[in-house]
């Protein structure tokens, strides 16, 4: 079994809306912050959001800022990404990581997932 699974990628216009799923093992979802981190096409991978493991406290990268939220379902290791009012800029794919968020950084594992893509049209 994959460490990290992600789902529910897609195709839609801009203005609209998705929302991704990662499921993982529950000593994984017990230890660390889940956070979800995008590569754009031909640039690097970037944060985008990040929740505490032990406060449940939001984090999210300013370009997101307002649009996106995180959340995470103990019961099920899952967390989520709603993304709404998308924007063809959004287009990446998207990980999600068990990292550490730390003095206003995440500091990811270099353990990866296959990603989802999302797109964005215009």
């Known amino acids: 079994q994959a460490h990290l699974v992600e789902t529910g990628g897609g195709l839609v216009e801009a203005g609209g809306s998705l929302r991704l799923s990662c499921t993982t093992d529950?000593?994984?979802?017990?230890?660390?912050?889940m956070g979800w981190l995008r590569r754009p096409p031909g640039k690097a991978r970037e944060f985008v959001a990040t929740i505490e493991r032990d406060t449940g406290r939001e984090y999210y990268a300013e370009s997101v800022e307002g649009r996106f939220t995180i959340s995470r379902d103990d019961a099920k290791n899952t967390v989520y990404l709603q993304m709404n009012d998308l924007k063809p800029e959004d287009t990446a794919v998207y990980y999600c990581?068990?990292?550490?968020?730390?003095?206003?950084?995440?500091?990811?594992?270099?353990?990866w997932g296959q990603g989802t893509q999302v797109t964005v049209s215009s």
């Open positions: 529950q000593s994984t979802f017990a230890m660390y912050d």
């Open positions: 990581n068990d990292g550490k968020y730390r003095d206003g950084s995440y500091y990811a594992n270099n353990r």
